[in-house]
């Protein structure tokens, strides 16, 4: 009896996903245009968005190998939280930190992650890069 207990207590423990693949691409889309304190919205539409479901921790590691800097409150946010990871292509303005006087434009960043929480939809960070 334990035995068929277990299974059924760890299965009611998972917390069901909330949003789904389609919802997070469009999440992320539209975070992608929006002006944020430290970011700048895309200068076109991006494209190539590709949405893929894992933990925070592997979405970390797995955007770190690729060049990306991911980081995020993790005295507020684990590891182990179930995301989505939304990467995509563009031209993302490297306004921050703002440029010096007489510094040339900044080329624009090529590639964006979007990290968002697979329950709730809410963004829990960007990552940005220009390596192919």
């Not at 770190?64 to 989505?84: E, K, L, N």
Request: hydrophobic residues 50%; charged residues 15%; glycine residues 6%.
């Amino acid at each position: 009896m334990i035995a068929l207990v277990a299974p059924l207590l760890l299965t009611c423990a998972r917390p069901a996903q909330s949003i789904g693949e389609q919802a997070a691409l469009t999440m992320a889309a539209k975070v992608a245009m929006t002006d944020s304190f430290h970011f700048s919205g895309a200068l076109e539409r991006p494209t190539n968005l590709k949405a893929e479901l894992k933990s925070l921790g592997t979405a970390a590691v797995d955007l770190g190998a690729q060049g990306y800097g991911v980081a995020w409150d993790s005295a507020a946010i684990p590891v182990s939280r179930m995301v989505w990871v939304v990467t995509m292509d563009g031209a993302w303005p490297r306004n921050f930190p703002p440029r010096l006087p007489g510094e040339a434009q900044r080329e624009p960043w090529q590639h964006l992650a979007v990290i968002l929480d697979s329950d709730t939809g809410a963004t829990i960070t960007l990552a940005i890069t220009d390596r192919n």
